[in-house]
Nanobody, 115 residues
C-alpha cells in the first residue's frame, strides 16, 4: 500500500553536491529500515546507503565518506546528501527497504555527473 516518490536529482559537475529526497505515502520509517539504491545503464541495481529503524547507517565502499543518509519520520521522508560527486555516480536513484525491497519501486530520480 506504500507509495515511494524520489526527487532531487539533476545534472551537476564533478565535485558538486545534490540532496535526494524519498517521500512515503504513509508513516513507515519508525518501524522499517530504508535505503537508497542506484542503477546505471547496463548495470545491476545496487544498494549504496541504508538507515535502520534505530538510526544506524551503512554505506557501500564506493560512496563512504561522500554520501550521508538521514530520515525525518514526521515527514515520512528519507534523504541522501551526496557530496564530491564523481561521473561514476551517474545513475537512476531509488529508495526502498534495504533488506529485500518490500515496497513497490518508484520512478527513481536521475543523477548525472559531468566531468
Amino acid at each position: 500500500q506504500v507509495q515511494l516518490v524520489e526527487s532531487g536529482g539533476g545534472l551537476v559537475q564533478a565535485g558538486g553536491s545534490l540532496r535526494l529526497s524519498c517521500s512515503a505515502s504513509r508513516s513507515i520509517f519508525g518501524i522499517n529500515g530504508m535505503g537508497w539504491y542506484r542503477q546505471a545503464p547496463g548495470k545491476q541495481r545496487e544498494l549504496v546507503a541504508a538507515i535502520s529503524s534505530r538510526g544506524s547507517t551503512n554505506y557501500a565502499d564506493s560512496v563512504k565518506g561522500r554520501f550521508t543518509i538521514s530520515r525525518d519520520n514526521a515527514k515520512n521522508t528519507v534523504y541522501l546528501q551526496m557530496n564530491s560527486l564523481k561521473p561514476e555516480d551517474t545513475a537512476v536513484y531509488y529508495c526502498n527497504t534495504p533488506t529485500g525491497a518490500v515496497f513497490s519501486w518508484g520512478q527513481g530520480t536521475q543523477v548525472t555527473v559531468s566531468s
